[in-house]
């Protein structure tokens, strides 16, 4: 996946959570829970989502990663590299 | 072999499967009825629907809200706001001799009215709320300090404390004449803060949602599929055994029982234990208008009431207790469509054994008597209606008992709970009432967050 698929993929994951919630105008360089007021549970399963969908592992210790899209991307770019598109 | 078998189809067992299914576990979940809710239910009678257990939904957030517990559970349950249809109630009131706080899903009427009615309390009323506003609702901790005594430090006006407690007490009060500061906390925000909402369908269309949902992520329920028995080996469960004989495995198994009808199911743990059953328990009656309540001048959507300047939240010595109330007008909420037929029903603390010691023709009599002396203890509060009676149905703590498996029909459960939701048991865990959290909102959350926390590890 390039960091376009992941940025989408991620997008995917952020509006099955929220259904309601308009992401055109999301910024990515602010944090996700500024925005979105996502809280714990919130980016437990943003980790679960990727689980399911693409079989990545996040260890707890790297939960902080996820805080934004640019800094999620960032994160996942080289564990989903392999992942078809 | 099952990931994970839950006992009860209420909204607490509904809401953890979701959560389990979606994240592809096996789920079957078993209840003992012939249809899902458990507390919160529903029936058909003389051509006319029924509804049990939710007068109002709680913590009513509007739609593009992102904080609290509405939206939370939302997200979780990966549901649209509009799935709940949700109408906020156009107003409700706490009613006590001479005094009349009115209340809605603003609370600067509420404020106004404390303001207005207990002048000296009103700054004193703001400090509280605005510790209350940085509890964590989640806040599992700090929950053994007696609301009382917290709130009797803010509010120096035991006529105002009352008037508080009383519907948060009704609402959600496991124990006789206190709660917790923080299940107090939890419900001041969710009736006076978040506020009060109902579908129009009633709570037949929010299970509905949850029941479509969980089979429609591959979960299995079972109905009348009771759970005669569960099986301990070597500290966990073993195997679930039902009332028809049949054995289920799972590695996990979660119930809504309620802690010690849980306990009772479990073949190594001798009856009784060290809990008690809870005491607290209601009648409620329910009367069909050929009217809208509105018509007949009555346009509040819920009124607590009581008639002495002291509201006693215990198990009567009578059948029921005349003296306090909540009268509930399901039409009046603002929907886009009118209810249909007029209903109002009033709800009052009862007393389990005297009902459950009443023969067949004493319990039928009982309940004729009772009904009207409730309605009346109501009318001194809310324009008379009971001219405008087309229908009339009851339900009493026996009623309770059987549709919900708590023990003296506890409505709320015991008066300890188990927030943590774990058991004496490495592979058994409690959720719904027993855990903890109170109200649609809150029993959702409970089997969302014990979902979340001992069954869907990471």
Redesign the interface.
């Known amino acids: 996946m390039t960091a376009a698929d992941i940025q989408k993929a991620i997008l995917d994951i952020l509006s099955d959570i929220a259904p309601d919630e308009d992401l055109s105008d999301l910024k990515a360089d602010v944090p996700f829970r500024d925005q979105l007021e996502l809280d714990s549970m919130d980016f437990l399963d943003i980790v679960m989502e990727l689980r399911k969908r693409y079989r990545i592992q996040i260890p707890e210790e790297d939960y902080p990663e996820l805080a934004s899209m640019n800094s999620t991307v960032e994160y996942l770019e080289p564990l989903m590299k392999n992942v078809a598109g | 072999m099952y990931d994970t078998i839950i006992i009860g189809a209420g909204m607490s067992g509904l809401a953890a499967g979701i959560r389990l299914a979606h994240?592809?576990q096996r789920v079957c979940i078993l209840e003992r009825h012939n249809t899902v809710g458990g507390l919160n239910s529903f029936y058909r009678q003389r051509g006319r629907n029924f509804d049990v257990g939710l007068h109002a939904v709680t913590n009513f957030a509007p739609?593009?809200a992102?904080?609290g517990p509405l939206?939370?559970l939302?997200?979780?349950l990966?549901?649209?706001?509009d799935e709940l249809a949700l109408s906020p109630q156009v107003g409700s009131a706490i009613a006590f001799p001479g005094v009349r706080l009115r209340f809605s899903n603003e609370f600067a009427l509420f404020e106004a009215e404390v303001r207005r009615h207990f002048p000296h309390q009103i700054d004193n009323l703001r400090r509280m709320v605005a510790e209350l506003a940085d509890y964590d609702q989640l806040g599992l901790g700090d929950t053994n300090r007696s609301a009382r005594e917290v709130v009797g430090g803010y509010l120096d006006d035991p006529l105002l404390v009352e008037m508080i407690f009383c519907p948060l007490l009704f609402y959600g009060g496991a124990r006789e004449h206190d709660m917790d500061f923080g299940q107090f906390s939890i419900m001041f925000r969710a009736i006076f803060l978040e506020g009060l909402a109902r579908p129009l369908a009633g709570v037949r269309l929010i299970l509905g949602r949850l029941a479509r949902k969980f089979k429609a992520l591959g979960g299995e329920l079972r109905l009348r599929a009771g759970v005669s028995r569960i099986s301990v080996k070597d500290g966990a469960v073993e195997k679930v055994v039902l009332e028809d004989g049949a054995e289920l495995h799972a590695r996990k198994v979660l119930s809504s029982a309620g802690w010690r009808e849980t306990m009772g199911l479990c073949d190594d743990v001798r009856p009784g234990g060290e809990r008690t059953a809870g005491r607290v328990s209601f009648i409620e009656t329910i009367s069909v208008l050929d009217a809208e309540p509105r018509s007949l001048g009555h346009a509040q959507t819920i009124v607590f009431y009581n008639d002495s300047d002291s509201f006693c939240y215990e198990k009567p010595d009578e059948l029921a207790d005349l003296r306090s109330g909540v009268i509930c007008s399901p039409n009046n909420f603002v929907y886009d469509q009118p209810l249909g037929e007029g209903v109002m029903r009033i709800t009052s603390l009862a007393n389990y054994d005297r009902w459950a010691g009443l023969d067949d023709n004493a319990y039928r009599l009982a309940k004729l008597r009772w009904y009207d002396k409730v309605v009346a203890s109501a009318v001194r509060f809310v324009p008379d209606f009971r001219s405008s009676v087309i229908d009339t149905d009851m339900f009493t703590p026996t009623t309770i008992r059987r549709y919900t498996g708590h023990e003296n029909g506890a409505v709320y459960g015991a008066a300890q709970k188990s927030y943590d939701g774990r058991t004496h048991l490495k592979n058994l865990y409690v959720c719904g009432t027993d855990q903890g959290f109170v109200g649609i909102v809150g029993t959702l959350i409970s089997g969302?967050?014990i979902a979340?926390r001992h069954l869907?590890k990471?």
Do not use: E, H, M
């Open positions: 994240f592809d739609k593009g992102r904080r939206a939370r939302l997200r979780q990966r549901l649209a706001w969302i967050s979340n869907l990471v």
